[in-house]
């Protein structure tokens, strides 16, 4: 049976193989979807460790970190309190999408995260200056000493670091204010402790002493960070698996159906010999499995190629995950959505009349 199957798939090789890429489009759809969901979540989780910060404070009045209305004078108060050891202030200003460039004071986020380690460049020194990471650098086709046009007006590109803290794009905090016209107020607080295990004293302190605002630890802010908790994110993945599903199953169809009506003669002879309804309807089942796993294979090939292709285009913006939990998840809906349409393709073969069919030309 298997050598049978094997041979129908290869004696129209077109077919199959336009067969195998149709199916194989939806799971590369689903799994580079699942991939930047993944990428996102893990992007963002990496750049909030990367401050080196224990506490998080937001205002509890907005939904969106590229809101300024904290006031600045909080980071100072907040330093007095005690196990706190370093604060710093960040005004948020959104770029695009999930693109958001945040203002910095230098030395406070320097000291708290580290210094930035530059591939070019140099830090800022003037107040149009600003500051990328490798990923944002190489999307925007930019090197230190030129120019980015943002927000209406061009920036000097003063410097290229490495990634993984806080954001993609660096201004100063002042500048950031004087453009959402926020001066003095900051959209988040960073706070650095004496020693992390006194992370769940200052926060139970500082929703005392500040009642009103969301405070995290890092650590817990990390962890609720996931695919489930972004509004409609899970919603808009369930309906793309929706519609592989249905690009899966009539593709089968479709695929099956003219198999069949090019294999009349074919399979007039089977049932001449003696196969079986349920034994026709197994083979065609089979050929659809066959054409489900192979395009499975080839979606989860392409997933890589997508991955790479993003990485080279718009690494900053589209950060994908390869997720290997997923593959087998779209595996088995690709494979499921075949067999799916190939069951009328394969009753209507294990219906046909086995007189008729050997004398059809």
């Not at 020693?195 to 500040?210: H, R, S």
């Not at 929706?242 to 003219?258: Q, R």
């Not at 991955?307 to 595996?331: D, K, M």
């Amino acid at each position: 049976m298997i050598a049978l199957i094997v041979s129908n798939l290869t004696h129209r090789p077109t077919r199959s193989a336009l067969s195998i890429l149709l199916i194989g489009i939806p799971v590369t759809l689903m799994l580079t979807l699942v991939g930047l969901s993944q990428g996102f979540v893990n992007d963002s989780a990496s750049r909030t460790r990367g401050i080196r910060a224990d506490i998080i404070v937001r205002s509890s009045s907005v939904g969106t970190l590229a809101i300024n209305n904290m006031p600045e004078k909080l980071v100072a108060r907040l330093q007095q309190v005690p196990h706190v050891v370093m604060t710093t202030g960040i005004a948020s200003h959104l770029v695009s999408g999930w693109t958001i460039v945040s203002g910095i004071d230098v030395d406070a986020f320097e000291r708290m995260s580290g210094d930035f380690v530059f591939r070019e460049g140099h830090s800022f020194q003037k107040d149009d200056d600003i500051i990328l990471d490798t990923f944002y650098a190489r999307q925007a086709h930019v090197h230190a000493g030129g120019k980015l046009a943002l927000f209406n007006r061009e920036w000097n590109v003063a410097g290229i670091v490495e990634p993984g803290k806080l954001a993609h794009l660096f201004l100063p905090l002042r500048v950031v204010q004087e453009l959402d016209g926020t001066q003095g107020k900051v959209a988040q607080i960073y706070l650095k402790l004496d020693d992390p295990a006194n992370t769940n004293t200052v926060v139970d302190e500082l929703k005392n002493l500040i009642p009103g605002y969301y405070i995290f630890s890092v650590d817990d802010l990390v962890s609720l960070t996931s695919v489930d908790n972004v509004p409609f994110l899970r919603s808009f993945l369930d309906v793309i698996i929706g519609v592989a599903v249905l690009i899966g199953a009539a593709v089968a169809a479709l695929s099956m159906y003219m198999a069949i009506m090019q294999r009349t003669r074919e399979i007039g002879i089977l049932k001449s010999l003696g196969a079986s309804r349920s034994w026709i309807v197994k083979i065609i089942l089979l050929e659809a499995l066959l054409l489900g796993l192979g395009g499975s294979i080839l979606g989860i090939a392409l997933s890589f190629v997508g991955r790479w292709a993003l990485a080279r285009l718009v690494p900053a913006s589209l950060p994908q995950a390869i997720v290997p939990g997923w593959w087998p998840i779209a595996a088995a809906i690709a494979m499921g959505a075949a067999v799916l349409g190939a069951l009328y393709p394969g009753m209507v073969a294990a219906r046909q009349d086995p007189i008729e069919a050997l004398a059809y030309e």
